[in-house]
């Protein structure tokens, strides 16, 4: 059975760091696209970037580009999200995700879950 693990998430000041971890577990994830989504209260659950497991490539969307980093490591099983200049906007629960295939931006797209950690970002 599938499992994804988040960690690392906490509360920061505008301008600084985290990164999370989300460890993976249950499968070979080779030929899957893994995700970062993130959810504010009251608002729903969008996607933030995306790695291909195989290949290293990634996605991301247009509000973290150029700030947040997602990268992997496969001996560890385990996906990586660098956020740099963070915003207070950028306060969410980050929910990592797994599917088989390409890249995906949509909820509806992943099959696996984890159960998300909370970033708090203060201004």
């Known amino acids: 059975q599938v499992q994804l693990v988040e960690s690392g998430g906490g509360l920061v000041q505008t301008g600084g760091s985290l990164r999370l971890s989300c460890a993976a577990s249950?499968?070979?994830?080779?030929?899957?696209?893994m995700a970062w989504f993130r959810q504010a209260p009251g608002k729903e659950r969008t996607f933030v970037a995306a790695?291909?497991?195989?290949?290293?490539?990634?996605d991301y969307a247009d509000s973290v580009k150029g700030r947040f980093t997602m990268s992997r490591a496969n001996a560890k099983n385990t996906v990586y999200l660098q956020m740099n200049s963070l915003k207070p906007e950028d306060t969410a629960v980050y929910y990592c995700?797994?599917?088989?295939?390409?890249?995906?931006?949509?909820?509806?797209?992943?099959?696996?879950w984890g159960q998300g950690t909370q970033v708090t970002v203060s201004s």
């Open positions: 995700a797994a599917k088989w295939g390409g890249f995906g931006t949509t909820t509806s797209q992943y099959n696996y």
């Open positions: 249950g499968r070979t994830f080779s030929g899957y696209t």
């Open positions: 790695i291909n497991w195989s290949a290293g490539t990634t």
